[in-house]
């Protein structure tokens, strides 16, 4: 595995410090508050609207689209400051990562055109739609099913785990579109967009162990989904969803959910000048520079239509466990009384590490998989 040195520009410092500088105005406007796992668990569809009109989301997509046609090194930069200052991202996430490059790769012409003026302006936001209550690591044994009608197709069957489903417009959603062909079970599987608010969708809450509403159920009923909302070709779903997985793993928020927390604890060992806990600090500093050098060495690949699926397999399953690592190591150093509604930012960034890390090395796959993938140097299925 070879990875290129990444150096960035003049330009691109200068890009890094405008976006910071915009993130710490919105903050003491208060705009919104520092958070860890920002990305995944801070919703505020009207911080997204303002993202969307620095014109910000999907930065990397051609202008027509209401992209910034900018470099995939841009958009790392861009991505490294809204987690680092924990802003609340988590409404246009998923669709500025995956769903946007999946339309550009594999949507229509009207689909491109729909979905993504609309989605780079920060006002629509998709849920992915993968993992079913029989169905997770498994995902081909999918059973969602979506049978042909006249113009279109009726979807039956149920999802589990969607995160933020009750924000989301739109969910790109793995159903099966051919039965089991009793050869490979990848075989037949289809994605579809399903509109989150046609009739027969029930979104059911679950929430995360804060309390607060993150994931869902999500229950098809007789959905009618229009022949035009099929992405890509029919039976391919599962090349396309591995294709998405590779910038749903490598990016820095496999790294940096909990960085909030570590930048808080370095505050607190300087002001009580502990130089013995700063040195186990700063151990996990160097660790976060050598993971991020592997993270912006994939995007790097990536931008030159390179194959990463390996490398991002290894930098979500080595980058997970080192934000777990944060809390861990916070707590032996410093005395702290986590609660989210500490006054306290330490107290509270140790509350909110602690309850969502857990998630970290599952979601987006689980670590067990993944070393399975690096191990077998091959990509699944
Ligand atoms: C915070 C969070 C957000 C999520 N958001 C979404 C979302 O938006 N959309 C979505 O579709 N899903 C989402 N998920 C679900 C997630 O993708 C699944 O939980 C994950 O893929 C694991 O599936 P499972 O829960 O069914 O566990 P299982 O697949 O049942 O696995 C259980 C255990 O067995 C191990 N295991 C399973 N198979 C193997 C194997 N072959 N070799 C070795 N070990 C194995 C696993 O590593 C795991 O430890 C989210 C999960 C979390 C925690």
């Given amino acids: 595995m070879k990875l290129p040195a990444v150096h960035f520009t003049q330009r691109q410092h200068e890009f890094r410090f405008e976006v910071r500088q915009f993130l710490k105005e919105k903050c003491a406007e208060g705009k919104f508050h520092t958070k860890c796992d920002s990305w995944l668990s801070g919703s505020n569809p009207d911080f997204s609207k303002l ?222 000048n502990n130089v013995i806990a700063l040195e186990e600090a700063a151990k996990l500093v160097a660790q976060l520079w050598s993971l991020r050098n592997l993270s912006i060495g994939v995007a790097r690949v990536l931008e030159e239509g390179g194959e990463v699926a390996i490398p991002a397999a290894l930098v979500k399953s080595i980058g997970t466990k080192f934000e777990q690592s944060i809390p861990e190591i916070t707590r032996l150093l410093v005395d702290t009384y986590p609660r989210l509604e500490a006054k306290q930012k330490l107290d509270r960034l140790m509350a909110e590490s602690l309850l969502h890390s857990p998630g970290f090395t599952i979601r987006g796959g689980t670590s067990e998989i993944l070393y399975g993938i690096v191990a077998k140097g091959v990509v699944a299925g």
């Avoid at 680092?84 to 009207?110: C, K, M, N, S, Y």
């Avoid at 809450?205 to 035009?228: A, K, L």
């Fill in 51 to 272: 993202v969307g009109e620095k014109g910000w989301i999907g930065l990397t997509w051609p202008k027509k689209y209401g992209g910034a046609e900018r470099s995939s090194l841009d958009r790392y930069i861009l991505t490294e400051e809204f987690l680092a200052a924990g802003a609340p991202v988590a409404a246009h996430w998923i669709a500025d990562r995956q769903t946007g490059p999946l339309l550009l790769r594999f949507g229509t012409e009207e689909q491109r055109q729909f979905f993504l003026p609309k989605i780079a302006a920060g006002t629509c936001y998709f849920a992915i739609g993968l993992s079913e209550p029989n169905s997770g690591s498994d995902l081909a044994s999918v059973t969602t099913k979506a049978e042909k009608v006249e113009g279109g197709w009726i979807v039956n069957g149920a999802k589990t785990w969607t995160s933020n489903a009750h924000d989301a417009h739109y969910m790109i959603t793995l159903v099966r579109t051919d039965p089991f062909d009793g050869v490979k079970k990848h075989n037949g599987l289809s994605q579809l967009i399903i509109d989150l608010h046609a009739e027969g969708v029930t979104i059911s809450p679950i929430n995360y162990m804060t309390g607060q509403p993150h994931f869902n159920d999500v229950y098809f009923e007789n959905v009618f989904v229009p022949d035009e909302m099929v992405v890509g070709e029919l039976g391919n779903g599962w090349k396309q969803g591995l294709a998405e997985l590779a910038f749903e793993r490598s990016g820095p928020e496999r790294i940096l959910s909990t960085l909030p927390l570590l930048v808080e604890l370095i505050e607190e060992l300087k002001k009580q």
